[in-house]
């Protein structure tokens, strides 16, 4: 039982390496090439993004691009210069708005009270009613103890003093 086995040595095949630059490389193209498919599918999906979603948007999209081709022109041809909606607006319009409409609201507060009532005292209507236009005629009103004016032509009323 004691065979000899001979131990003659392993042949061994050489591992095979392989180079880590080329695929390094590879590497690098396909990340690039992922990047490029990344950055065309964001530009498609932002293009989509651009494109109208009904008739509505692109009617409001047509009409946005008609103003800048009118302003471009008007700038170019110089006709802006006599175009009010070039000049630019001095101080806050806001303001002159707002100072406009509360002048309005106390002028036709005035107008509305053209004569003193002095408290609840009635004002003389006949001389009121000399003021109007023909047809209209000044009444009070005890309740409101103000002037109401109608015209007896056409039975309106109004809390407004007519005008000729």
Same mark, same amino acid.
């Given at each position: ?41 964001? &530009?498609l999906h932002e293009d989509e993004e651009d ?14 691009? &008609? ?27 806001? &303001? ?45 009103? &005890?309740?409101?103890k103000e002037i109401y004016y109608g015209n ?13």
């Open positions: 039982m004691n065979e000899l086995v001979s131990l003659s040595p392993v042949v061994r095949s050489k591992k095979r390496t392989i180079s880590a630059a080329p695929s390094l490389r590879s590497n690098k193209k396909v990340s690039s090439l992922v990047d490029k498919w990344k950055a065309a599918k964001e &530009e494109e109208p979603e009904n008739a509505y948007e692109m009617l409001e999209k047509k009409r946005q691009r &008609e103003i800048e081709e009118w302003r471009a022109y008007q700038i170019t041809s110089g006709e802006a210069k006599a175009n009010a909606n070039f000049q630019p607006l001095g101080g806050d319009w806001r &303001e002159r708005v707002k100072r406009k409409r509360a002048k309005s609201s106390r002028e036709a507060v005035q107008t509305q009270k053209v004569v003193s009532t002095n408290g609840n005292q009635q004002p003389n209507l006949t001389e009121v009613s000399r003021e109007l236009p023909s047809g209209w005629q000044a009444y009070w009103d &005890e309740s409101s007896l032509i056409t039975s309106e009323t109004s809390w407004k003093k007519p005008t000729k």
